[in-house]
């Protein structure tokens, strides 16, 4: 009856000790993905257009160069694009501490971001949220 007490009080240590360990590495990696909230417009290109959808990048990013090349469609009269590649803006990369690329954003004139994108996203998935952003402000 010892023994087994033993164990099973080993195999809960262990399940604790190992839960803790991968929820620090899960937490680890959310905290260090970092996407800005607020925009000051005049960072960027086009500071009086209606909407900027910017796109930090780094040039050794195959999924970065995609992002951007959907993104660059969005450009209208009411719609600045910009594209941030880290070696080229770096300081905008440190001011709005983004540490995870490509990191696509959506902000509307007074640089509140309304949509945000990590990683890759699809054509249909930039419209719609550009879209959504747009009639939202409409109403």
Same mark, same amino acid.
């Given at each position: ?7 099973? &009080?080993? @195999? ?9 360990? &991968?929820? =620090?590495?899960?937490?680890? *990696? ?21 909407? @900027?959808?910017?796109?930090?990048? =780094? =040039? ?8 951007? /090349?959907?993104?660059?469609?969005? /450009? ?8 941030? /590649? ?7 990369? /440190?001011? *709005? ?9 959506? +902000? ?10 990590? &990683? ?7 419209? +719609?949220?550009?879209? +959504? ?7």
């Amino acid at each position: 009856m010892d023994r087994v007490l033993l164990v099973v &009080g080993a @195999l809960a240590i262990a399940g604790v000790v190992a839960t803790m360990l &991968g929820g =620090s590495r899960r937490d680890k *990696y959310v905290q260090s993905t970092h996407v800005p909230q607020l925009l000051d417009r005049r960072d960027f290109v086009r500071p009086e257009a209606a909407w @900027l959808v910017a796109v930090f990048t =780094s =040039s050794t990013c195959d999924t970065c160069a995609g992002v951007w /090349e959907r993104a660059q469609h969005l /450009e209208s009269d009411s719609v600045a694009v910009q594209e941030l /590649e880290v070696s080229a803006e770096k300081r905008l990369h /440190e001011r *709005y501490r983004i540490d995870g690329v490509p990191t696509l954003v959506v +902000a509307d004139d007074d640089g509140v971001v309304q949509h945000a994108f990590l &990683g890759p996203v699809t054509t249909a998935e930039l419209w +719609a949220a550009v879209a +959504a952003t747009r009639s939202d402000s409409a109403e």
